[in-house]
């Protein structure tokens, strides 16, 4: 099987046939168990160009429906449908007094796991990247089933 590799497990061997091909022999194919899915973390100005759903478990999980054309994460190629969303960057918000947000910032970003979330809590962190406290991209962790 020929792909183009975005991230690979240690686990998995490779063979070169031609200069410009790469053989992938997964692990499953070799009796050692299922082959672990590809792990991708990537940054992707906003808006992202994605139709996200949730596909029901148990567990729960937030995958990429569609791509929009010429959307951002259309121009980075990176994503597929399918892909699922395991974290997502956050934004955790200070609590303090009036005024004091002006003086001391929105609070930190912090990447969010959204493995077994469901679909509104995943979207509100997704939301929580806002243009309002200067945020314009979102930093996307997805899995891909092996192939």
């Known amino acids: 099987m020929e792909c183009a590799v975005l991230q690979t497990p240690c686990s998995r061997a490779f063979t ?45 999980q937030v995958f990429i429906e569609e791509i929009t054309a010429g959307g951002n994460a259309a121009k980075d190629g990176r994503l597929k449908v399918g892909d ?22 929105y609070g930190a970003r912090v990447m ?17 990247n806002s243009e309002r406290w200067g945020i314009f991209d979102v930093e996307l962790e997805v899995e891909r089933a092996a192939q």
Do not use: I, N, Y
């Not at 969010?112 to 929580?128: C, E, I, N, P, W």
């Open 16 to 60: 070169a046939r031609r200069p410009h091909r790469l053989t992938v022999r997964s692990a499953a194919a070799e009796g050692a168990g299922p082959a672990a899915p590809q792990t991708l973390r990537l940054t992707l100005r906003k808006p992202l160009g994605l139709v996200l759903a949730e596909r029901p478990g148990p567990p729960v």
């Open 84 to 105: 699922v969303l395991v974290g997502c960057s956050a934004t955790l918000l200070k609590t303090g007094k009036e005024g004091e947000f002006e003086r001391e910032g």
């Open 112 to 128: 969010f796991d959204a493995r077994g979330k469901q679909f509104d809590t995943v979207m509100a962190a997704l939301g929580s």
